[in-house]
């Protein structure tokens, strides 16, 4: 199965904000620039599926009216992670020793006493293996950059406590409206955590 993973438009916030689940919105010029620009490069008539967070799920429901696409489901498996209270907290506010104790722990540390790395893999993984059960050709995904960098560690069939660290180790730099392909050609196969 290919999945093509989109990243959601640049969200209306302060640059160095932590926003993770928190639904930020998107400026209407910049969905429609993102709108836009995926039209131009997506295929059509295919299954798509979004994070529920309105920076992802307003430009799915654009693009599966558009294109047409052959079914929309909004999955909350998709969100971004909890920063708990580190939400809508600029990181240079954050103190220095809880982003070294995340760093210190990449999979169990829960920042602001949110979700941890491990957890959202969970969730990933499990979206991931009912997907793959559906054997679409192909899908189209509109969620986040930690989303994007989950299913792409995935790939590695490692267990789910080395591709949490896997993903959180990546920095890899994913542009807003950028698209990532993978290509799953057989199923997931993981050890346990």
Request: aromatic share 6%; charged share 15%; proline share 6%.
């Amino acid at each position: 199965m290919k999945l093509i993973l989109v990243r959601h438009p640049a969200p209306d916030v302060a640059s160095g904000l932590c926003y993770g689940r928190s639904d930020v919105a998107v400026t209407p010029q910049n969905m429609a620039a993102s709108c836009a620009s995926l039209l131009a490069s997506l295929p059509a008539h295919l299954p798509l599926y979004s994070s529920p967070l309105s920076r992802c799920s307003v430009l799915a429901q654009s693009l599966a009216r558009a294109l047409p696409a052959s079914q929309f489901t909004q999955d909350p498996r998709l969100a971004e992670m909890d920063f708990g209270a580190w939400e809508l907290h600029p990181w240079q506010d954050i103190e220095r020793t809880d982003i070294d104790a995340w760093a210190a722990d990449l999979a169990h540390y829960r920042p602001g006493g949110g979700e941890n790395v491990l957890a959202m893999a969970t969730r990933i993984r499990s979206f991931l293996t009912e997907l793959l059960r559906e054997q679409h050709a192909t899908v189209i995904i509109i969620c986040h950059a930690g989303t994007i960098r989950l299913l792409t560690a995935l790939q590695a069939g490692l267990s789910l406590e080395e591709t949490a660290v896997l993903a959180a180790s990546n920095r890899h730099q994913i542009a807003y409206g950028a698209t990532v392909t993978l290509d799953f050609q057989r199923p997931i196969v993981t050890p346990g955590i």
